[in-house]
């Protein structure tokens, strides 16, 4: 179950003084995030990832997700954030801290009418930084129509690409894949034929 507590910043990696690096900056397009890379997972050998998290008022992630592999530890700086883990509800306010275990279902936004940003550490960091600069690059891909949500190609392919990272809850890998495959497919050639310059129109 995840946990809730009071809790203050920690600038550490396990055992001792983390190290920092000059971060790099994400903007998620469809939760609104924007993400400051405090420790790179490179620069602690793939055991953590230390980075802060701001959202904007009305900021969330779009649904719920897993992470299969990783724990997540959000510590609130200002601010309000809700999450909900599984079927709990839990606002968190500055120096409270939300852990997320390896595999647990949840979800956060922004619970209040100012920015919130909190300090998020993940353990292992795995290939996270890689994942958010992937979604950064879906900004300029388009928008399905009334929604924040890049074309399903593309997203399919960054969803296929990260499943050790991020995963829908309560469906089997292989039926993630065996649905999204196909767009995930698309999306990638999409991909090429932008990288060679012929924009990949047309038919095969």
């Not at 939760?31 to 050998?45: H, K, M, N, P, W």
């Not at 890689?130 to 900004?139: C, D, G, K, N």
């Not at 928008?143 to 499943?163: E, K, N, S, Y």
């Amino acid at each position: 179950m995840a946990e809730r507590e009071r809790a203050g910043t920690r600038d550490q990696a396990d055992g001792g003084a983390a190290p920092r690096i000059g971060g790099a900056v994400f903007e998620n397009p469809i939760s609104g995030e924007r993400i400051l890379v405090r420790v790179s997972g490179a620069a602690t050998d793939g055991r953590l990832l230390v980075f802060d998290l701001h959202l904007p008022p009305g900021a969330h992630v779009p649904a719920g997700h897993v992470h299969p592999a990783q724990e997540e530890r959000f510590t609130v700086v200002s601010g309000r954030m809700r999450f909900r883990l599984g079927r709990r509800t839990v606002d968190a306010g500055p120096g409270d801290t939300v852990a997320i275990p390896r595999g647990a279902s949840h979800w956060f936004g922004n619970a209040g009418d100012e920015d919130a940003w909190a300090r998020v550490e993940v353990r292992p960091a795995l290939r996270m930084e890689e994942m958010f600069r992937r979604t950064e690059a879906l900004a300029g891909l388009g928008h399905l129509p009334g929604t924040r949500l890049p074309p399903l190609a593309h997203l399919a392919a960054v969803i296929l690409d990260f499943q050790r990272e991020v995963a829908v809850p309560h469906v089997p890998r292989a039926v993630v894949r065996a649905v999204l495959g196909p767009f995930a497919w698309w999306g990638h050639r999409r991909a090429d034929g932008r990288g060679r310059g012929d924009g990949c129109s047309g038919s095969s």
